[in-house]
Antibody, heavy 117, light 107 residues
Framework: EVQLVESGGGLVQPGGSLRLSCAAS????????MNWVRQTPGKGLEWVSV???????YYVDSVKGRFTISRDNSKNTVYLQMNRLRTEDTAVYYC???????????WGQGTLVTVSS | DIQMTQSPSSLSASVGDRVTITCRAS??????LAWFQQKPGKAPRSLIY???TLQSGVPSRFSGSGSGTDFTLTISSLQPEDFATYYC?????????FGGGTKVEIQ
């Protein structure tokens, strides 16, 4: 059974950092595209970043230079390092699996990041 | 960036109704279009990819159609568990972008 479990969310001050983790089971992450998608409270969905099996990465413009996606194949885990956080980064962050023809077939339960002083 | 416009933003319907939600892309995305369902407090659930391919386990009352810039999600006979918010997403090019969502409410 495919499972994605996010962790690492919490309260952080503006300018601070957090690292989110997404532990995968039931499949091997380097055979898939692994994504982060966020949702601001009461609002819609925003795709944030993706990492391919060959380490190719893409980001939405608003996080470029501040967020870094990476993975540890030995732990079957994907990470999102978030630096220089802003209040507008406050959101529930979801990890989602995908592949070339299907962007997000499985989702985790999400982890809440709150950026506030 | 490709803009995705969903309509309507909300609708009221009754159990058994046929419901149609539309999604328009700001440029051609061929068939790189997915649909998701989200219930309050829950993660999104994938319903359809490739504009018309149903995810495993999704009821056949859900269907998707369209290509190019105009797409449709249809629920042939609305069930109580279908009351939720629905999102479309293009994955033709990065950044991937979602529509604003359509909230389906009980009439």
């Amino acid at each position: 059974e495919v499972q994605l479990v996010e962790s690492g969310g919490g309260l952080v001050q503006p300018g601070g950092s957090l690292r989110l983790s997404c532990a995968a089971s039931g499949f091997t992450i380097n055979n898939n595209y692994m994504n982060w998608v966020r949702q601001t409270p009461g609002k819609g969905l925003e795709w944030v970043s993706v990492i391919y099996g060959d380490d190719t990465t893409y980001y939405v413009d608003s996080v470029k230079g501040r967020f870094t996606i990476s993975r540890d194949n030995s732990k079957n885990t994907v990470y999102l390092q978030m630096n220089r956080l802003r209040t507008e980064d406050t959101a529930v962050y979801y990890c989602a699996r995908g592949w070339e023809l299907d962007p997000h077939d499985y989702w985790g339960q999400g982890t809440l990041v709150t950026v506030s002083s | 960036d490709i803009q995705m416009t969903q309509s309507p933003s909300s609708l009221s319907a009754s159990v058994g109704d046929r419901v149609t939600i539309t999604c328009r892309a700001s440029q051609v995305i061929i068939n790189y279009l997915a649909w998701f369902q989200q219930k309050p407090g829950k993660a999104p659930r994938s319903l359809i990819y490739g504009a018309s391919t149903l995810q495993s386990g999704v009821p056949s009352r859900f269907s998707g159609s369209g290509s190019g810039t105009d797409f449709t999600l249809t629920i042939s006979s609305l069930q109580p568990e279908d009351f939720a918010t629905y999102y479309c997403q293009q994955y033709f090019s990065y950044p991937l972008t979602f529509g604003g969502g359509t909230k389906v409410e009980i009439q």
